[in-house]
Protein backbone atom coordinates (compact mmCIF):
# COMPACT_ATOMS: atom_id res chain seq x y z
CA UNK A 1 0.00 0.00 0.00
CA UNK A 2 0.87 3.22 -0.75
CA UNK A 3 0.66 6.04 1.94
CA UNK A 4 0.47 10.13 0.70
CA UNK A 5 1.26 12.91 2.56
CA UNK A 6 0.34 16.38 2.45
CA UNK A 7 2.19 18.01 5.26
CA UNK A 8 1.25 21.89 5.38
CA UNK A 9 1.68 24.34 7.44
CA UNK A 10 -2.17 24.27 9.24
CA UNK A 11 -3.21 20.67 8.11
CA UNK A 12 -1.69 16.85 7.41
CA UNK A 13 -3.23 15.64 4.98
CA UNK A 14 -2.44 11.91 4.61
CA UNK A 15 -4.43 8.76 2.25
CA UNK A 16 -3.66 4.78 1.83
CA UNK A 17 -3.94 3.69 -2.12
CA UNK A 18 -4.03 -0.16 -2.13
CA UNK A 19 -3.78 -0.15 -5.87
CA UNK A 20 -8.08 -0.06 -6.67
CA UNK A 21 -9.33 1.84 -3.72
CA UNK A 22 -8.72 3.98 -0.66
CA UNK A 23 -8.12 2.37 2.63
CA UNK A 24 -7.77 5.73 4.62
CA UNK A 25 -7.94 9.40 4.08
CA UNK A 26 -7.93 11.49 7.12
CA UNK A 27 -6.82 15.60 7.59
CA UNK A 28 -5.40 16.46 10.85
CA UNK A 29 -5.51 20.04 11.89
CA UNK A 30 -2.11 20.94 12.95
CA UNK A 31 -2.61 22.56 16.53
CA UNK A 32 0.60 20.63 18.04
CA UNK A 33 3.88 19.81 16.32
CA UNK A 34 4.23 17.89 12.93
CA UNK A 35 5.83 14.99 14.98
CA UNK A 36 2.15 14.72 16.69
CA UNK A 37 -0.18 15.11 14.08
CA UNK A 38 2.11 11.97 12.31
CA UNK A 39 1.69 10.21 14.95
CA UNK A 40 -2.28 10.66 14.54
CA UNK A 41 -1.71 10.03 10.79
CA UNK A 42 0.30 6.80 11.53
CA UNK A 43 -1.85 5.14 14.43
CA UNK A 44 -4.78 5.74 11.86
CA UNK A 45 -3.29 3.19 9.54
CA UNK A 46 -3.56 0.01 11.78
CA UNK A 47 -2.10 -2.78 10.14
CA UNK A 48 -1.69 -1.31 6.47
CA UNK A 49 1.47 -2.54 5.29
CA UNK A 50 3.06 0.42 3.66
CA UNK A 51 5.17 -0.20 0.86
CA UNK A 52 6.04 3.22 -0.17
CA UNK A 53 5.24 6.86 1.02
CA UNK A 54 4.41 9.82 -1.49
CA UNK A 55 4.95 13.61 -0.47
CA UNK A 56 3.51 16.78 -1.93
CA UNK A 57 6.74 18.97 -2.07
CA UNK A 58 5.14 22.31 -2.81
CA UNK A 59 8.75 23.92 -4.74
CA UNK A 60 10.94 21.97 -7.13
CA UNK A 61 12.35 25.44 -8.28
CA UNK A 62 14.12 24.71 -11.52
CA UNK A 63 16.11 21.51 -10.58
CA UNK A 64 12.84 19.03 -9.67
CA UNK A 65 10.87 18.40 -13.48
CA UNK A 66 9.56 15.51 -12.48
CA UNK A 67 9.04 12.78 -9.12
CA UNK A 68 11.95 11.61 -7.46
CA UNK A 69 13.14 9.18 -5.16
CA UNK A 70 13.93 10.64 -1.90
CA UNK A 71 17.60 10.20 -0.58
CA UNK A 72 19.81 12.71 1.88
CA UNK A 73 20.94 14.78 -1.21
CA UNK A 74 16.97 15.30 -2.63
CA UNK A 75 16.05 16.26 0.81
CA UNK A 76 18.77 18.69 1.11
CA UNK A 77 17.68 20.03 -2.30
CA UNK A 78 13.59 20.91 -0.89
CA UNK A 79 15.36 22.11 1.96
CA UNK A 80 17.51 24.60 0.11
CA UNK A 81 14.39 25.28 -2.19
CA UNK A 82 13.04 26.70 1.24
CA UNK A 83 14.23 29.35 0.86
CA UNK A 84 12.19 30.45 -2.14
CA UNK A 85 9.08 28.88 -0.93
CA UNK A 86 9.46 29.74 3.06
CA UNK A 87 5.86 28.98 3.70
CA UNK A 88 5.66 25.84 2.08
CA UNK A 89 8.89 23.69 1.98
CA UNK A 90 9.68 23.52 5.69
CA UNK A 91 6.81 21.57 6.34
CA UNK A 92 6.73 19.02 3.60
CA UNK A 93 10.34 18.67 4.74
CA UNK A 94 9.06 18.02 8.02
CA UNK A 95 7.25 15.23 6.85
CA UNK A 96 9.26 13.51 4.82
CA UNK A 97 12.33 13.40 7.91
CA UNK A 98 9.39 11.89 10.28
CA UNK A 99 8.69 9.41 7.87
CA UNK A 100 11.77 8.70 7.04
CA UNK A 101 12.26 7.98 10.66
CA UNK A 102 8.92 5.93 11.14
CA UNK A 103 9.46 3.96 8.01
CA UNK A 104 13.66 3.30 7.58
CA UNK A 105 13.95 1.14 4.42
CA UNK A 106 10.48 2.00 2.32
CA UNK A 107 10.94 4.02 -0.66
CA UNK A 108 10.04 7.59 -0.64
CA UNK A 109 9.56 9.83 -3.21
CA UNK A 110 9.00 13.43 -3.80
CA UNK A 111 6.10 15.21 -5.70
CA UNK A 112 6.24 18.30 -6.75
CA UNK A 113 3.69 21.07 -7.48
CA UNK A 114 6.11 22.88 -9.92
CA UNK A 115 7.43 19.71 -11.96
CA UNK A 116 4.12 19.92 -14.51
CA UNK A 117 4.55 23.72 -15.16
CA UNK A 118 8.42 22.86 -16.34
CA UNK A 119 7.39 22.63 -19.72
CA UNK A 120 6.44 26.67 -19.60
CA UNK A 121 7.93 28.12 -22.52
CA UNK A 122 10.09 31.14 -21.82
CA UNK A 123 7.45 33.37 -22.88
CA UNK A 124 5.41 32.43 -20.57
CA UNK A 125 7.69 32.14 -17.57
CA UNK A 126 10.10 35.32 -18.10
CA UNK A 127 8.86 38.47 -15.85
CA UNK A 128 10.19 41.61 -18.25
CA UNK A 129 13.12 42.18 -15.72
CA UNK A 130 17.11 42.22 -16.27
CA UNK A 131 17.75 38.40 -15.98
CA UNK A 132 20.27 38.37 -13.70
CA UNK A 133 17.68 39.39 -10.81
CA UNK A 134 17.03 36.11 -10.52
CA UNK A 135 13.09 35.63 -10.79
CA UNK A 136 10.95 33.82 -13.14
CA UNK A 137 7.44 32.61 -12.78
CA UNK A 138 7.13 28.64 -11.96
CA UNK A 139 3.42 28.20 -11.01
CA UNK A 140 2.08 25.92 -8.70
CA UNK A 141 -1.11 23.28 -8.32
CA UNK A 142 0.62 21.11 -10.87
CA UNK A 143 -0.60 17.69 -9.46
CA UNK A 144 -4.14 18.87 -9.69
CA UNK A 145 -3.62 20.19 -13.43
CA UNK A 146 -1.98 17.62 -14.67
CA UNK A 147 -4.47 14.87 -12.77
CA UNK A 148 -7.42 16.89 -13.73
CA UNK A 149 -5.78 17.39 -17.41
CA UNK A 150 -5.31 13.47 -17.93
CA UNK A 151 -8.38 12.62 -16.59
CA UNK A 152 -10.23 14.56 -18.47
CA UNK A 153 -8.34 12.91 -21.70
CA UNK A 154 -9.79 9.78 -20.54
CA UNK A 155 -13.28 10.81 -19.84
CA UNK A 156 -13.54 11.55 -23.59
CA UNK A 157 -11.47 8.98 -24.48
CA UNK A 158 -9.08 11.39 -26.17
CA UNK A 159 -4.96 11.36 -25.86
CA UNK A 160 -4.17 14.42 -23.99
CA UNK A 161 -1.79 14.64 -27.07
CA UNK A 162 -4.96 16.14 -29.01
CA UNK A 163 -6.28 18.31 -26.29
CA UNK A 164 -6.42 21.93 -25.59
CA UNK A 165 -7.62 22.74 -21.86
CA UNK A 166 -8.04 25.19 -19.52
CA UNK A 167 -7.96 23.63 -16.31
CA UNK A 168 -9.34 25.46 -13.17
CA UNK A 169 -8.34 24.86 -9.75
CA UNK A 170 -10.36 26.54 -7.41
CA UNK A 171 -10.16 25.98 -3.62
CA UNK A 172 -8.34 28.04 -0.37
CA UNK A 173 -5.84 28.71 -3.54
CA UNK A 174 -6.91 29.60 -7.13
CA UNK A 175 -5.06 28.84 -10.59
CA UNK A 176 -5.56 28.23 -14.00
CA UNK A 177 -3.83 26.38 -16.67
CA UNK A 178 -3.54 26.47 -19.91
CA UNK A 179 -2.68 22.44 -21.36
CA UNK A 180 -1.94 22.36 -24.78
CA UNK A 181 -1.29 18.52 -25.91
CA UNK A 182 -0.97 18.04 -22.45
CA UNK A 183 1.96 19.93 -21.66
CA UNK A 184 1.13 23.41 -19.42
CA UNK A 185 2.06 25.99 -21.27
CA UNK A 186 1.08 28.99 -19.04
CA UNK A 187 -0.17 29.34 -15.76
CA UNK A 188 -1.27 31.50 -13.62
CA UNK A 189 0.65 31.69 -10.27
CA UNK A 190 4.38 32.95 -11.31
CA UNK A 191 7.38 33.16 -8.62
CA UNK A 192 5.26 32.34 -5.69
CA UNK A 193 1.72 31.16 -5.35
CA UNK A 194 0.69 34.65 -4.26
CA UNK A 195 0.58 35.58 -8.47
CA UNK A 196 -2.56 35.28 -10.68
CA UNK A 197 -6.09 34.53 -9.26
CA UNK A 198 -7.87 36.21 -6.59
CA UNK A 199 -7.70 33.57 -3.52
CA UNK A 200 -9.41 32.78 -0.26
CA UNK A 201 -6.62 34.85 1.70
CA UNK A 202 -4.31 35.80 -1.44
CA UNK A 203 -4.25 38.99 -3.81
CA UNK A 204 -3.31 37.38 -6.85
CA UNK A 205 -2.13 39.83 -9.37
CA UNK A 206 -1.14 42.79 -8.15
CA UNK A 207 1.16 45.97 -9.35
CA UNK A 208 4.76 45.94 -8.24
CA UNK A 209 4.77 49.95 -8.22
CA UNK A 210 2.45 49.41 -5.54
CA UNK A 211 4.11 46.97 -3.55
CA UNK A 212 7.23 49.42 -3.28
CA UNK A 213 4.77 52.26 -2.49
CA UNK A 214 3.54 50.35 0.46
CA UNK A 215 6.75 49.77 1.36
CA UNK A 216 8.44 53.08 1.04
CA UNK A 217 5.03 55.28 2.44
CA UNK A 218 3.71 52.95 5.07
CA UNK A 219 6.74 51.97 6.83
CA UNK A 220 5.46 48.97 7.04
CA UNK A 221 7.57 45.88 7.06
CA UNK A 222 8.30 43.02 4.34
CA UNK A 223 7.29 40.57 6.39
CA UNK A 224 3.83 42.65 7.70
CA UNK A 225 3.26 42.77 3.71
CA UNK A 226 3.90 39.32 3.17
CA UNK A 227 1.31 38.65 6.07
CA UNK A 228 -1.16 41.05 4.48
CA UNK A 229 -0.70 39.83 0.95
CA UNK A 230 -0.61 36.29 1.35
CA UNK A 231 -3.10 35.64 4.58
CA UNK A 232 -4.87 38.56 5.00
CA UNK A 233 -5.79 39.54 1.23
CA UNK A 234 -8.43 38.03 -1.72
CA UNK A 235 -12.07 37.14 -0.61
CA UNK A 236 -11.21 37.64 3.13
CA UNK A 237 -9.50 41.16 2.68
CA UNK A 238 -12.19 42.65 0.08
CA UNK A 239 -15.19 41.03 2.21
CA UNK A 240 -14.22 42.06 5.77
CA UNK A 241 -15.71 38.41 6.21
CA UNK A 242 -14.31 34.70 5.65
CA UNK A 243 -12.06 33.36 3.39
CA UNK A 244 -14.72 31.00 2.27
CA UNK A 245 -16.46 31.14 -0.64
CA UNK A 246 -19.62 29.72 0.96
CA UNK A 247 -19.83 32.37 3.45
CA UNK A 248 -19.32 34.89 1.04
CA UNK A 249 -21.65 34.09 -1.38
CA UNK A 250 -24.40 33.50 1.41
CA UNK A 251 -23.78 36.94 2.55
CA UNK A 252 -23.99 38.45 -0.69
CA UNK A 253 -27.33 36.87 -1.20
CA UNK A 254 -28.18 38.45 2.38
CA UNK A 255 -27.37 42.19 0.97
CA UNK A 256 -24.02 42.67 2.19
CA UNK A 257 -22.05 44.68 -0.60
CA UNK A 258 -18.72 44.36 0.34
CA UNK A 259 -19.07 40.34 0.01
CA UNK A 260 -21.35 40.72 -3.17
CA UNK A 261 -17.86 43.20 -4.41
CA UNK A 262 -15.29 40.66 -3.62
CA UNK A 263 -17.16 38.02 -5.62
CA UNK A 264 -17.42 39.77 -8.59
CA UNK A 265 -13.74 40.87 -8.61
CA UNK A 266 -13.43 36.87 -7.72
CA UNK A 267 -15.36 36.29 -11.27
CA UNK A 268 -13.34 38.84 -13.43
CA UNK A 269 -10.56 38.48 -12.64
CA UNK A 270 -11.36 34.37 -13.53
CA UNK A 271 -12.72 35.27 -16.92
CA UNK A 272 -9.99 37.41 -17.80
CA UNK A 273 -7.86 34.45 -17.37
CA UNK A 274 -10.20 32.06 -19.51
CA UNK A 275 -9.82 34.77 -22.28
CA UNK A 276 -6.28 34.94 -22.26
CA UNK A 277 -5.75 31.42 -22.02
CA UNK A 278 -7.86 31.07 -25.12
CA UNK A 279 -5.53 33.62 -26.96
CA UNK A 280 -2.73 31.47 -25.30
CA UNK A 281 -3.43 28.29 -27.06
CA UNK A 282 -5.97 29.82 -30.35
CA UNK A 283 -9.00 27.99 -28.85
CA UNK A 284 -9.29 25.37 -26.21
CA UNK A 285 -11.46 22.08 -26.41
CA UNK A 286 -12.81 22.05 -22.90
CA UNK A 287 -12.50 24.21 -19.66
CA UNK A 288 -12.14 22.13 -16.73
CA UNK A 289 -13.29 23.15 -13.21
CA UNK A 290 -12.00 21.37 -10.10
CA UNK A 291 -11.05 22.29 -6.20
CA UNK A 292 -13.64 22.64 -3.13
CA UNK A 293 -15.17 25.59 -4.94
CA UNK A 294 -14.97 24.69 -8.91
CA UNK A 295 -16.38 21.10 -7.91
CA UNK A 296 -18.98 22.45 -5.48
CA UNK A 297 -20.47 25.89 -6.56
CA UNK A 298 -22.95 26.27 -10.15
CA UNK A 299 -22.97 30.20 -8.77
CA UNK A 300 -19.44 30.24 -9.28
CA UNK A 301 -18.78 28.55 -12.48
CA UNK A 302 -21.59 30.46 -14.04
CA UNK A 303 -20.24 33.41 -12.69
CA UNK A 304 -17.06 32.66 -14.31
CA UNK A 305 -18.57 31.58 -17.84
CA UNK A 306 -20.57 34.40 -17.74
CA UNK A 307 -20.86 36.46 -20.95
CA UNK A 308 -17.82 34.78 -22.39
CA UNK A 309 -20.51 32.97 -25.12
CA UNK A 310 -18.53 35.24 -27.67
CA UNK A 311 -15.74 33.02 -27.13
CA UNK A 312 -17.50 29.88 -27.23
CA UNK A 313 -17.74 29.19 -23.56
CA UNK A 314 -21.13 28.73 -21.57
CA UNK A 315 -22.84 27.09 -18.93
CA UNK A 316 -25.77 24.93 -19.60
CA UNK A 317 -28.25 26.02 -16.44
CA UNK A 318 -30.18 22.76 -16.41
CA UNK A 319 -26.53 20.72 -16.51
CA UNK A 320 -24.70 22.98 -14.14
CA UNK A 321 -26.96 23.74 -11.56
CA UNK A 322 -28.59 20.00 -11.24
CA UNK A 323 -27.32 18.24 -7.98
CA UNK A 324 -25.83 15.44 -9.72
CA UNK A 325 -22.14 15.43 -8.61
CA UNK A 326 -18.70 13.18 -10.04
CA UNK A 327 -17.13 14.07 -13.33
CA UNK A 328 -19.78 15.56 -15.80
CA UNK A 329 -20.52 18.01 -18.68
CA UNK A 330 -22.29 21.04 -17.76
CA UNK A 331 -21.14 23.40 -21.04
CA UNK A 332 -21.92 22.22 -24.35
CA UNK A 333 -21.11 25.60 -26.60
CA UNK A 334 -17.99 25.29 -29.12
CA UNK A 335 -15.71 25.29 -25.88
CA UNK A 336 -16.72 22.71 -23.63
CA UNK A 337 -17.00 23.18 -19.86
CA UNK A 338 -16.40 20.06 -17.14
CA UNK A 339 -16.45 19.49 -13.21
CA UNK A 340 -13.78 16.90 -13.09
CA UNK A 341 -13.03 15.84 -9.09
CA UNK A 342 -9.28 16.00 -8.18
CA UNK A 343 -7.43 13.30 -6.73
CA UNK A 344 -3.64 15.22 -6.17
CA UNK A 345 -3.17 12.16 -3.89
CA UNK A 346 -3.78 9.37 -6.37
CA UNK A 347 -1.24 11.31 -8.86
CA UNK A 348 1.02 10.90 -5.43
CA UNK A 349 0.09 7.51 -5.40
CA UNK A 350 0.85 6.28 -9.08
CA UNK A 351 3.79 8.51 -9.66
CA UNK A 352 4.78 7.07 -6.36
CA UNK A 353 4.40 3.12 -7.38
CA UNK A 354 5.97 4.13 -10.77
CA UNK A 355 9.46 5.25 -9.53
CA UNK A 356 9.22 2.50 -6.50
CA UNK A 357 7.47 -0.51 -9.11
CA UNK A 358 5.38 -1.66 -6.32
CA UNK A 359 2.34 -2.97 -7.85
CA UNK A 360 -0.36 -0.37 -6.12
CA UNK A 361 -0.59 1.69 -9.41
CA UNK A 362 -4.21 3.37 -10.38
CA UNK A 363 -6.20 1.81 -12.55
P1 LIG B 1 -7.92 23.38 -0.27
O1 LIG B 1 -7.41 24.32 -1.31
O2 LIG B 1 -7.51 23.77 1.11
O3 LIG B 1 -7.72 21.92 -0.60
P2 LIG B 1 -10.66 23.02 -1.09
O4 LIG B 1 -10.26 22.59 -2.45
O5 LIG B 1 -11.38 22.05 -0.23
O6 LIG B 1 -9.47 23.64 -0.26
O7 LIG B 1 -11.59 24.31 -1.26
C1 LIG B 1 -12.05 25.06 -0.18
C2 LIG B 1 -13.02 26.11 -0.71
O8 LIG B 1 -14.12 25.45 -1.35
C3 LIG B 1 -13.61 27.01 0.37
O9 LIG B 1 -13.59 28.36 -0.07
C4 LIG B 1 -15.05 26.53 0.45
O10 LIG B 1 -15.93 27.56 0.81
C5 LIG B 1 -15.30 26.13 -0.99
N1 LIG B 1 -16.49 25.31 -1.14
C6 LIG B 1 -16.70 24.04 -0.74
N2 LIG B 1 -17.97 23.67 -1.01
C7 LIG B 1 -18.57 24.74 -1.60
C8 LIG B 1 -19.88 25.00 -2.14
N3 LIG B 1 -20.85 24.09 -2.10
N4 LIG B 1 -20.11 26.23 -2.66
C9 LIG B 1 -19.15 27.16 -2.70
N5 LIG B 1 -17.90 26.98 -2.23
C10 LIG B 1 -17.62 25.78 -1.70
Known amino acids: ?47 AVVEAVGHRVVHGGGRFAEAVLIDDAVEQAIDELGAIAPLHNPYALEGIRAARERFPGIPQVAVFDTAFHHTLPARAYTYAVPGNIGIRRYGFHGISHQYVSERFAELVGKPASELRLITVH ?37 DAGAVLHLLETRQTQPADLRETLNSGSGLLGMSGISNDMREILGAAVAGNQQAAAAVDVFYYRARKYVGSYLAAMNGADAVVFAGGIGENSPEVREGICKDLDALGVSVDPNANGSNSTGDRQIGFGRVAVWVVHTREDLLIANLCSQLTKTTCSAA
Open 170 to 206: LGNGCSMCAVEHGKSIDTSMGFTPMEGLVMGTRCGDL
Open 1 to 47: MILVLNSGSSTLKYSVWDGAKDVAKGTIDRIGTMKSALDEAFGALGN
